[in-house]
């Protein structure tokens, strides 16, 4: 029996607290996250779409791939900047000679900025209860 080999590119995406696998297979540009068509999955969110497929746009691979993800953790901003990271990853792959042109875009950067924990004693991680000297 034949094995099929799906050619497939796996990039890993994080954004705060979100984590993304992102799949580009050859195809003609369909977009499914977590087994759901992306409008439906981020309920018709146009700029979230703009910035999700923006390191593909960079790099005229639109229409080129398919783009499959599982992403979980987080809200729907974040998710959306881990499955970018991830695209970015991915194409990587693809084509090691996007690296100059995702890096300078800042595509391959991950955003290290995340929740601050809270402190005993506060409220919140820096709000605090007013303070009397009487």
Do not use: C
């Amino acid at each position: 029996m034949a094995q099929s080999t799906l050619e497939q590119y796996l990039g890993t995406g994080r954004r705060k607290t979100a984590i993304a696998r992102v799949y580009l297979r050859p195809g003609k540009g369909k977009f499914v996250i977590n087994r759901q068509e992306w409008k439906r999955y981020f309920a018709d969110r146009e700029v979230l779409d703009a910035y999700m497929r923006a390191p593909m746009r960079d790099t005229q691979t639109l229409t080129k791939f398919d783009v499959v993800v599982n992403v979980i953790g987080g809200g729907p901003q974040g998710q959306a900047g881990a499955i970018r990271h991830g695209i970015a990853r991915a194409l990587l792959k693809v084509n090691p000679s996007f690296r100059t042109s995702l890096k300078k875009a800042g595509f391959l950067t991950r955003d290290p900025r995340t929740v601050e924990r809270k402190k005993y004693g506060f409220r919140k991680a820096r709000k605090r209860s007013q303070f009397s000297k009487r």
